[in-house]
């Protein structure tokens, strides 16, 4: 039975997907209105209310998959972020869908102009709601068991995502310094869940297997939320096809795509890097101008890289550094503030715009749109020396963007980023690069997300 905050959090959802069609569509009678100069024709009107049904449900799914109707505590900037990544794609596919119905009275310059109106009204719309949430609905009581340094870190996050740690266990005792937290090693687990009553509990995958078995056995029964901070090789048993060696069961650990997979993965990458080779073109036109007129030195950056199987190949990017950046130092990790990138080099990265000449990689084979980022064969061998696994994210070839840049951050750690590389490559589908492939349109508007 559905507690009382969970009914209300389920018709605030619902009273938001109302504002959002209402207004969704009412932004597009306006644009009729401005298109007509006030008079608008019937035969116009009809057409557009022939796909009313089937625009607003192409919305609601598309604000529901960039995580509008998400039930966590979102910063107002990753919320507008959303809200302009759903207009970008629902105008295209609204434009689509009237192509689809033959509706030809439509004009199309009404999609664009409401574009601007969605977004006006639904900014409004959106901020009266996120007022509200904060007024009506506390944060949700955490608690976070791992070990120490690594407790102290999911507690910052945790907060940050708008959670209310209450309580802390680890293997050492934790000083409470700047945490309004309960603390305590990990035999008061009991103890401080009981205590202090989370609603949900952040675990560590290092945590004892004891306690990992414990707290999952409670939270079957109690209905808690249980969240895993997986270790490498619990990812690595993701999505395992169960098996049996007569009447014993077996998991096979399976990464990568099927053999059927790769072959449509692959038209994809050239459907997706042909199409956008073209639409790109004027915008890479432009870059090279910018870049010329910036600074000295060529428009293109030619760089070693680490692909499917330790495959070595050239990756182009636009150069965003000072021609000869590292004559003098040798390889060197890029970091934010770094002098070394130029002024346009900046709003390249910014955009993501440096990477648009990988397209070319992705027609040519050496890349795919999504997986892993390549990396410099200098730092995967520092990287291996320190992590043994990190040599597993080559099991699937290099992509534009992937799976660690839609759900990291710039400053990620590279374990991190590893473990969502692993992840990818453990359910890597058609499905799976289409879904990154949207999400990397919200990234883009977010600019502390991972280059």
Not at 236 to 245: E, H, K, T
Not at 393 to 418: F, N, W
């Amino acid at each position: 039975m559905a507690s009382d905050g969970n009914r209300s959090m389920i018709l605030l959802n619902g009273m938001k997907m109302l504002g959002d069609i209402v207004l969704i569509n009412l932004s597009i009678i306006a644009s009729f209105w401005l298109r007509f100069a006030g008079s608008i024709p019937k035969t116009n009107f009809a057409s557009y209310v022939e796909i009313v049904p089937y625009s607003s449900l192409v919305a609601l799914v598309l604000l529901n998959f960039y995580g509008l109707y998400d039930n966590t505590r979102k910063p107002w900037s990753e919320i507008i972020a959303s809200l302009t990544a759903s207009i970008l794609v629902l105008t295209p596919l609204t434009v689509t869908l009237s192509f689809m119905f033959r509706s030809f009275a439509f004009p199309r310059s009404v999609f664009f102009l409401s574009a601007f109106v969605q977004f006006a009204l639904l900014y409004i719309w959106r901020r009266l709601v996120f007022r509200l949430e904060r007024k009506l609905f506390s944060p949700m009581k955490a608690m976070v068991v791992a070990p120490a340094l690594e407790a102290l870190e999911l507690a910052e996050k945790a907060g940050a995502s708008g959670y209310e740690v209450v309580a802390l266990a680890s293997d050492i005792s934790i000083d409470n310094c700047h945490l309004n937290a309960m603390t305590g090693t990990y035999s008061k687990v009991k103890y401080l869940q009981d205590t202090c009553r989370p609603s949900v509990i952040f675990m560590s995958g290092e945590a004892p297997e004891g306690i990992k078995q414990s707290l999952a056995r409670d939270a079957f029964e109690s209905g808690i939320e249980l969240y895993i901070s997986p270790s490498l090789y619990e990812i690595m048993l993701a999505n395992s096809r169960l098996d049996q060696v007569d009447d014993t069961p077996i998991l096979e650990i399976r990464v990568g795509s099927e053999p059927g997979k790769e072959q449509i993965k692959r038209l994809m990458d050239i459907c997706f890097a042909t199409v956008g080779l073209v639409m790109t073109a004027p915008i890479m036109l432009l870059t090279a101008i910018a870049i010329k007129l910036d600074s000295p030195g060529p428009v293109f950056y030619r760089q070693e890289r680490i692909s499917q199987g330790g495959k070595r190949f050239m990756v182009w990017k636009f150069r965003t550094m000072a021609d000869g950046a590292e004559r003098n130092t040798g390889p060197v990790l890029s970091h934010d503030n770094d002098p070394r990138v130029t002024r346009v080099g900046r709003i390249l990265r910014a955009m993501r715009i440096d990477e648009l000449p990988q397209l070319w990689n992705v027609l040519k084979g050496d890349m795919s749109i999504v997986g892993p980022r390549p990396e410099r064969p200098f730092f995967v061998e520092q990287f291996e020396k320190e992590i043994p696994e990190y040599s597993t994210r080559h099991t699937v070839k290099a992509g534009i963007t992937g799976l660690a840049q839609v759900a990291g951050k710039y400053s990620t750690s590279p374990e991190d980023k590893l473990k969502y590389d692993l992840l990818y490559a453990k359910s890597a589908s058609p499905l799976t690069d289409l879904r990154i492939i949207l999400q990397t349109l919200k990234v883009i508007l977010m600019r502390d997300k991972a280059s």
